[in-house]
């Protein structure tokens, strides 16, 4: 880097980046708060200027600390996901358990018909 300051703010906000991820992943906090282009933009304009093997070390953690974020992005939208599935089997096997009144009932309410009463008459029956 050309300047001291140049370089010591490289590695403020670096270690910045590091401590924030960390805090994310520790205090187990919604990893969507991180906003991740942002935290890329600053490895990105640092990176082409950065020179000193510990400067470089700094870098390297904070986009791996970056990835492992992006780690938990992924896991809580796999847990979102799964709890949203549920297995036919089970279904089934709460329909068959459910009383024939409740069952019905629960058909009435769910049930919308396309068509009508008072388009259907009894001569198109």
């Given at each position: 880097?050309?300047?001291?300051?140049?370089?010591?703010?490289?590695?403020?906000?670096?270690?910045?980046?590091?401590?924030?991820?960390?805090?994310?992943e520790e205090k187990g906090l919604n990893p969507f708060l991180v906003n991740i282009d942002d935290?890329?933009?600053?490895?990105?304009?640092?990176?082409?200027?950065?020179?000193?093997?510990?400067?470089?070390?700094?870098?390297?953690?904070?986009?791996n600390r970056i990835a492992s974020v992006i780690k938990l992005q992924s896991d809580?939208?796999?847990?979102?996901?799964?709890?949203?599935?549920?297995?036919?089997?089970?279904?089934?096997?709460?329909?068959?358990?459910?009383?024939?009144?409740?069952?019905?009932?629960?058909?009435?309410?769910?049930?919308?018909?396309?068509?009508?009463?008072?388009?259907?008459?009894?001569?198109?029956?």
């Amino acid at each position: 880097m050309a300047k001291a300051s140049d370089r010591r703010a490289a590695r403020e906000d670096l270690k910045r980046i590091i401590e924030f991820c960390r805090s994310i992943e520790e205090k187990g906090l919604n990893p969507f708060l991180v906003n991740i282009d942002d935290l890329i933009a600053v490895i990105r304009r640092y990176f082409p200027n950065l020179r000193d093997p510990d400067d470089l070390s700094l870098d390297a953690e904070a986009l791996n600390r970056i990835a492992s974020v992006i780690k938990l992005q992924s896991d809580w939208v796999k847990r979102r996901a799964s709890s949203l599935y549920r297995d036919p089997f089970l279904i089934e096997e709460k329909l068959r358990s459910l009383p024939l009144e409740r069952l019905s009932e629960a058909f009435l309410k769910a049930w919308h018909p396309i068509v009508e009463l008072e388009q259907i008459t009894t001569g198109s029956l």
